[in-house]
């Protein structure tokens, strides 16, 4: 056996999201999100679950944090729930809010634990949909209003500033195919929708520069590798159209303050009726510090004519592993992403923000949780990001999906993400998982034995 090991100050650290742990829905002041609205609405989530509760994190904080030293995190990322500040999107602040972040920073920082925060996760301000949500342009304005809020509350003991996560899912999952919230089912709001988030990403990089602060911003996006099944022409340009509208309809206009041509062409008057105002594209490429990078999977496609998806039809290969999201096991996709991503985009520095793997977990007769599966996923894709981290790419850190078992959108708990099982049958008590103590082992030797 051989160790491989990481740069000296390399970051590892785990993820979650505000609406999918933290439950306490009507808490303390905390408004309505559409992610309440939603899950609450019948026939939106598996078994009818809502993140009323969620993993009761809001109130078990101070234990999750003691999970997290047990680990040995570096760092955590985390998301703050916008309607837990402002309850209406807007106006009045919820100190309440602020306070329960501000305990929880406090208790990171007591544990050497080095806190990123996602502003957005997609848990909007029900008051703000009510006024048309992230199709409405005027959603940037209270954004950043938002943002400027956290900045000036948490500048001081905040590392890092996440804008947005996943700003593809926000709008063509929320307001294209309809299966998120708010669940608007229009190509042309989705398009609208994409382009107001990356304007508000501009605006809140911006404001942060404004006010000086020492920290660093940057945006997480959901990036894949896509591959063509053959090399043939058609293939081949399916495979490029299925890159461009997944990866390139947000890293064109961050780094390079464009669209992608070949989609904007596939687009065509849906592009053309796009509110796109002159100064937009070169505030969406204000100078970021880092990308975030949320890899999971590979696309692996043909061209088909008859499609109804870009001309594109998706391939799943036999002989590949899936997880229990079905989605295929393939960790030389994020080896040629970062590539590519060094290659074609940025040289900045690159942090993957998420990755892991969803599996059917289940506590053991003697008590534990014996994931071998997600140890497997998570060492394979690590040995892919060692592989390009020695070919030069400028990656800084990893955080693995999820901290814990959690509300998995659209599939409610029915998903099990986490490397800390929740026994959402007998009081959301958490146990650590076999992942968790071999991430320990990890983290503790930065070294990754192969
Ligand atoms: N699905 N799935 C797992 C995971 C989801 O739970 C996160 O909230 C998203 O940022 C991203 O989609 C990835």
Redesign the pocket.
């Known amino acids: 056996m051989s160790r491989l090991y990481f740069p000296k100050d390399f970051i590892w650290g785990s993820?979650t999201?505000a609406y999918?742990i933290e439950g306490a829905y009507q808490e303390d002041g905390k408004g309505e999100s559409i992610w309440d609205r939603f899950s609450h609405t019948p026939g939106k989530v598996a078994n009818g679950d809502t993140g009323d509760v969620a993993c009761d994190h809001y109130h078990r904080y101070k234990e999750d944090v003691e999970l997290m030293k047990e680990i040995g995190l570096d760092s955590y990322r985390f998301s703050i729930s916008w309607p837990r500040i402002l309850p209406k999107g807007k106006g009045e602040i919820n100190q309440q809010g602020l306070d329960f972040y501000r305990g929880l920073i406090n208790e990171l920082l007591k544990a050497g634990i080095k806190p990123v925060v996602t502003l957005y996760?997609?848990d909007l301000p029900q008051a703000l949909q009510e006024e048309g949500g992230w199709a409405n342009r005027e959603i940037v304005k209270h954004f950043v209003n938002y943002a400027e809020i956290l900045f000036n509350e948490f500048g001081d003991v905040v590392s890092q500033w996440i804008t947005h996560?996943?700003p593809f899912?926000v709008a063509f999952n929320g307001h294209g195919s309809g299966d998120h919230a708010p669940g608007i089912k229009d190509q042309q709001v989705a398009l609208q929708v994409a382009h107001n988030l990356l304007l508000s990403h501009g605006l809140a990089v911006k404001k942060f520069r404004e006010l000086k602060l020492d920290n660093e911003i940057g945006i997480?996006l959901?990036l894949i590798s896509s591959y063509p099944i053959s090399d043939n022409v058609e293939d081949n340009k399916a495979a490029k159209r299925m890159e461009d509208y997944i990866n390139g309809w947000f890293l064109e206009p961050l780094f390079k303050g464009r669209y992608p041509e070949r989609i904007v062409e596939f687009y065509g008057e849906k592009f053309n009726n796009l509110d796109i105002r002159e100064d937009d594209m070169g505030l969406i490429k204000e100078e970021i510090d880092f990308l975030g990078i949320?890899y999971?999977s590979r696309s692996l496609v043909r061209y088909n004519k008859d499609s109804k998806f870009l001309g594109i039809e998706g391939v799943k290969p036999q002989d590949s592993q899936y997880t229990a999201?079905d989605w295929e096991i393939y960790p030389k996709g994020l080896y040629d992403l970062l590539i590519k991503l060094n290659q074609e985009y940025t040289q900045k520095p690159l942090y993957i923000t998420?990755n892991?793997a969803?599996f059917d977990d289940k506590i053991s007769e003697g008590g534990g949780v014996h994931d071998q599966d997600r140890i497997d996923y998570l060492k394979a894709h690590f040995q892919s990001a060692y592989k390009a981290i020695q070919e030069g790419v400028a990656l800084k850190g990893y955080y693995v999906?999820?901290l814990m078992d959690?509300?998995?959108?659209a599939?409610g708990y029915s998903?099990r993400?986490g490397i800390t099982y929740i026994d959402y049958e007998n009081n959301q008590r958490r146990i650590l998982k076999d992942s968790a103590y071999w991430y320990k082992n990890i983290i503790v030797n930065n070294s990754l034995e192969v």
Request: charged residues 15%; hydrophobic residues 40%.
């Open positions: 993820a999201a999918q996760h997609w996560n996943e899912v997480t959901n949320n999971y999201m998420e892991g969803a999906w999820s959690n509300f998995e959108w599939y998903k993400f």
